[in-house]
């Protein structure tokens, strides 16, 4: 058995430290349990979404936002978050510097695609971003899933990742806060629904 961790998005935009970007309640209080989850695991790896300040998808204020976009790889529009080179970008307090995770995904720098998943460029799947293959490559067996925010990229992400079959896929909720109560309690819904084991402990490990 070969246990992957992974930290999706786990950045300050997703956190009250940036209160212009995309706020998550609580979003800079999960370093503790991404850090015990990768305890268990053999292999730790980190997602960014690496955004363009200009996309198709960017608007000026929080009240346009989740507008939907008639585009086939932008669906929804954002405020400009998680733009290298800002505090954003940077994952939040008390995880591991970049360079000691195994493995490191940035996605979502073109500015006429804005991917949820960490598996995909594209929201129609068609581009790889290799982290399947990766993981394929390492043998892993079993993910540990956990990250910002549940409602979407964490959401997507797992979905993506047990799509393949190729693995067993576990939601780590106590390492996960979501953008709204609604979307993040319809998130784990989905998520049971397709097979995942989404644990508010992890327990669901051994
Ligand atoms: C995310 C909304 C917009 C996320 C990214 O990381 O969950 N959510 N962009």
Not at 20 to 46: H, K, M, S
Not at 157 to 172: R, Y
Not at 188 to 203: E, H, K, P, R, S
Request: with cysteine; charged share 20%; net charge negative.
């Amino acid at each position: 058995m070969t246990i992957a961790a992974i930290d999706v998005d786990p950045q300050r935009t997703f956190s009250p430290l940036c209160p212009d970007e995309l706020p998550v309640p609580e979003g800079d209080q999960i370093a503790p349990a991404l850090n015990a989850q990768a305890e268990l695991a053999d292999l730790r790896i980190l997602t960014k979404d690496a955004h363009p300040p200009q996309a198709v998808w960017v608007v000026d204020s929080h009240d346009k936002m989740l507008q939907p976009l008639p585009h086939p790889n932008a669906n929804l529009t954002w405020v400009a978050h998680a733009v290298p080179g800002t505090p954003g970008f940077k994952t939040i307090p008390g995880l591991p510097a970049v360079t000691d995770y195994d493995h490191v995904i940035w996605k979502g720098i073109e500015p006429d695609l804005h991917p949820y998943g960490a598996c995909f460029h594209d929201l129609e799947e068609r581009l790889s971003t290799g982290l399947i293959e990766w993981l394929d490559s390492q043998k892993v067996t079993t993910i540990l899933v956990g990250g910002l925010a549940t409602d979407y990229c964490v959401k997507t992400t797992a979905l993506q990742l047990q799509q393949t079959g190729n693995f067993k896929v576990i939601v780590n909720l106590s390492a996960c806060r979501g953008i709204a109560p609604d979307t993040t309690e319809q998130a784990c819904a989905d998520m049971q629904n397709a097979g995942i084991i989404v644990a508010t402990d992890l327990a669901a490990v051994r």
